[in-house]
């Protein structure tokens, strides 16, 4: 009975052994089932495993980080540039500034996120706007400003400003003007330098000025434009000359000096074919009233029988001022100057004088 009983267990130590095989297989391949469950163990496919995820540079943003989007600087359009957000946690400890200052110059202004993939994500730095370039110009935007620059042309240079203080090459006065202003300026006559008269060949003035009045405040009506030559001159006889003499015959200074003509570009006494006057050049002055600061009024012209005074002055001013200009015609001398004293600096070959 024994040897039966041995007999019919030994054909089934056979299954043991092999089902002892198979778990001694299944330890070496690293499943460290336990003995009872071998006989659940299924075959499966052999399965590869990945290399470990690295963390993503960009990743998309979950709608819950920003669900307030009311308060919140970032950007929400599906459309923005997401290219400098930082899609991973930032450990304790690590600084922000020194992550976000490796961000690309140029792409400053687009947000930057840290904190993602923890309960508190934040903004590291805000956008900030660049500030435009002020060397570009928009086209779309603005108008293109050019900047002017002054452009001198040669025989087109204006005059200066302060021609006084202005080399002659750069449009100031030639030496002889300067100085020639600097002593009417001592002899007290208010003048203004005027742009040059030019009307043709014959009738110019250079470097003309504007005489107003003469020293004690002489006013001269109107205004005389003058070349400087004539009008210091003119300066120097009402100051030396006509001023003391009005003051012995008179008792009384000068107020003012009607002038009846200046520069004019005309002919000697305005007569077709005569040569041209030295009015053509402001180098002469008429001159037909003279007021007193008394209010009396001596007009240049023949005085009367009984008007001893006025023919006093009157001839004191043809001597005098033959001393000051080579050209001296007044009442007596021709119809044409039968109103008023002419004065000029006519240029002659001799030192010759025509006090008339």
Known sequence: MTSRVAAYRRPRGFPVALALTAALVAGCSGDMSPPGDLLAIEPSNPVIRADPVQPMMSAPVETAMFSETQSSPIPDDPGAPLQNVLAYPVADGVDSMQMTSALPEGNVDQP????IGTDAPSLASAPVAAAPDPRTVDLEDRPVVVEQQPVLLAGAMTRAENPMSTPKWAGGLPAAEKACRQRLKRLGVTFRDIPAIGNGTSCSIPYPIELTKLSGGIQIKPAAKLNCQITEAFAQWVKNELGPAARVRYLSGVRSINQLSSYSCRTMNSKRGAPMSEHAKGNAIDV?????????????????????RQKSLLNSIRADSCKYFTTVLGPGSDVHHKDHFHFDLR?????YRHCD
């Open 112 to 115: 930057v996120v840290t904190g």
């Open 288 to 308: 037909g009233k003279i007021t007193l600061d008394n209010g009396r009024a001596i007009l240049v012209k023949q005085p009367g029988l009984f008007a001893f």
């Open 347 to 351: 240029t002659r070959k001799t030192a």
